[in-house]
């Protein structure tokens, strides 16, 4: 039973870099931070909306029905950014680590609260709390510089997080595969479902003047392609945790899944940016070896 205990406490605290959990402090930071910058308008232009819009969810339901003002919104906006640059430089981190990650999930939320839900945000939320409240400016970071912070020599302080983040990701696509089975069971692999699905999105978008797939549109033309696809997407989203295996089979996963991402922006124009982009899955390589990030964190000095 010991051994047991021993081994489960390896893969849940595994003795990994402080660089690497830096580095991913460094990644997550930079595309939170480029998402709220993009985003601005829409994050902060619904001030004048019609208050009955207001639909709150999640830890927005602390405001009941009543929405905050349009200078408030730019406010916590603007507390948002400033905390998240502090977050990817590492300043002041045991403060603004925790208080990024708490005004993101506010901002986001309080977006979200007005109309369509943005679930491709969820993993990005998740990562940068489990980075706020981690140990993630220990190296590479202004902190350390100025020596209010400092590596452990217990490695497990920092493999906790960057493998509570890896499992985050991985649960996620399973959650989404097992849904699948337990709406619709084997017929998501053996029907149309999925096929009417992009046929359904993408005649809606053309109807409505949005963006649509002219290759979806095209492609429910061809039924017979629709079993395989489904059979693939619930095999890779329930194949996640064979991701711990090692490293080999950490690169495969992350590449199918990655490939999954491709095919929906292909066929149903949806994007999914933070798992196209790579940085869902960073949490499973050792990122602090990438030439950039190596120097950042001071991995050439080790």
Known sequence: MSTLLQAIDRHVRPALPAERLSALRMLVGAFALIYLLVRVVNLTGFGSFNPAGFRPIGVVTALGANPLSGSVVVLQYVACVLSGIAFLTGWRYRLFGPLFAALLLWVLTYRNSWGMIFHTENLMVLHVMVLGLSRAADVGSLDARAGRSAPSRDLRRYGWAIRLMAWIAVVAYMLAGVAKLRLVGGDWMTGDILRNYIADDNLRKLELGDY?????????????????????????????PLAFLGPWFARVWALLAWGFHV??????????????????????????RLPVLRRLTGLSRA
């Open 212 to 240: 649509y797939s002219p290759v979806g549109a095209w492609l429910v033309g061809h039924g017979w392609v629709f079993p395989p696809l489904a059979f693939f997407t619930v095999v890779v989203e329930l194949a996640g």
């Open 263 to 288: 095919g929906v922006l292909a066929v149903m124009a949806i994007f999914f940016p933070y798992p196209l982009f790579g940085f869902a899955y960073a949490p499973l390589f050792a990122v602090e």
